[in-house]
C-alpha cells in the first residue's frame, strides 16, 4: 500500500489512497494518537488493529479512507487541527491513544468515536456505563486501578523485604489518577509505605527517580503513558542505574529491558478495537455497544533483568509467567 504524506498546522496525517472514482465515495476512518507517527504506525499494537481491519474486509486500497493525526506528545497541537479533520466528516475516529480522547471528544461531539484506554472511562465521565456507554463513545478498556493491588503484590513477592513503593506517572494524563490512589491504598493493605512521583517528559526522568530514590523507595510502579512507551529504553536504563525494580503494565517495557509487567493483551485490545471501528461502519450506533474489558492478563519476566538487579525470581512467579525473557 502506498502512502502520500502531507503536514497540517504541525501535525502529521497520513492519507491513504481510496477506492476507485464512483459517486459514492469510501468511508472515512480518522486516526487520532498523542504519540508521533513513528511510534504508532510502527508499534506492533497498531499492526494489529490494522491486520484486524483487513481480516475485516476494510482495505486501504480498496474500501476505506484513512487520514492520521499525530501529535507528537504535545496535546495543545491536536485541538486546531482535529478542527481540520472533523470538518472532513468521518464516518468513525478511534483514538488509540488515551491522553488525545479529551480533545478528540471536544472537537468530535456527533462523531462516533472507539477508544483503547487504560482508565476508567465511567469515573471518568466518558461514559453512562460500561454496559450501555451512549453517546458517541465506545471502545475497550484496560481498567488499570483494578489491576493496582495486583502490581504491589507482585513486587512484595519479588522483595519480601519492601517497606515502600514509588509510583511514577505523568500528570498530564489524568487517567492514571485513579490508579495511583488505588496503588495507594493497595500498598497501605499490605503495610508498605507509598510515594508518587511525576514526569511529564524524559527530561523529568532524572530528577524524578532520583526523588524516589531520596525517598527511600525500593521498587517503581510505572503506570501507562504513550510519553514514558515512547522513550521506554530511556526509562528503563536509569532506572537500572539506579538499582530500581520496576513493574510496568505494558509488555514492550519488559522486552526492552525492563523487569516485569503484568497487564492485559495489546494486541487483543487493539484487535479488538478494530472489531468496534467494523461494526460502526456498517451502522452500528456507539452508545449501545458495551465497552470491553480484558478477560486476560500476562505476567511477563527477564531473567536478565532481574539478574543484573541481584532479584531473585521465586519459583512460584516462574510458574505463574506467561513468558520468561531469558
Sequence with gaps: MR???????????????????????APLLGVVSIASREATLQSSWYHAFHERMIDLGWSPDRNLRIEYLFGDEQRDRLAFSLEKLVRLKPNVIFVPTRPALPAVRAAADNIPI???????????????SLARPGGNLTGVAGLSPELAGKRV???????????????????????????????????????????????TAPSDFDRA?????????????????????????????????????????????????GLISYGPNFTQLFRRAATYVDKILKGAKPGDLPIEQPTKFELIINMKTAKALDVTISDNLLSLADEVIE
Excluded at 498530564?172 to 512521583?197: C, D, K
Design 209 to 257: 527517580i532520583n526523588a524516589i530514590v531520596s525517598n527511600g523507595a525500593k521498587a517503581v510502579i510505572v503506570l501507562p503513558d504513550p510519553m514514558f512507551f515512547t522513550n521506554r529504553g530511556q526509562l528503563i536504563r536509569l532506572l537500572s542505574q539506579a538499582r530500581l525494580p520496576s513493574i510496568y503494565m505494558e509488555t514492550g517495557f519488559v522486552a526492552a529491558g
Design 114 to 128: 472507539v477508544f483503547v484506554s487504560l482508565g476508567d472511562p465511567v469515573a471518568e465521565g466518558w461514559v453512562t
Design 153 to 199: 503484590e507482585l513486587l512484595h513477592e519479588l522483595i519480601p523485604s519492601l517497606s515502600k513503593v514509588a509510583v511514577l506517572r505523568n500528570p498530564a494524563n489524568s487517567s492514571e489518577v485513579v490508579a495511583a490512589e488505588a496503588t495507594r491504598a493497595a500498598a497501605q493493605s499490605l503495610g508498605i509505605s507509598f510515594h508518587a512521583e511525576q514526569a
Design 3 to 25: 502512502r502520500r504524506q502531507f503536514i497540517l498546522l504541525g501535525a502529521a496525517f497520513v492519507a491513504w489512497p481510496g477506492a476507485a472514482r464512483s459517486e459514492e465515495p
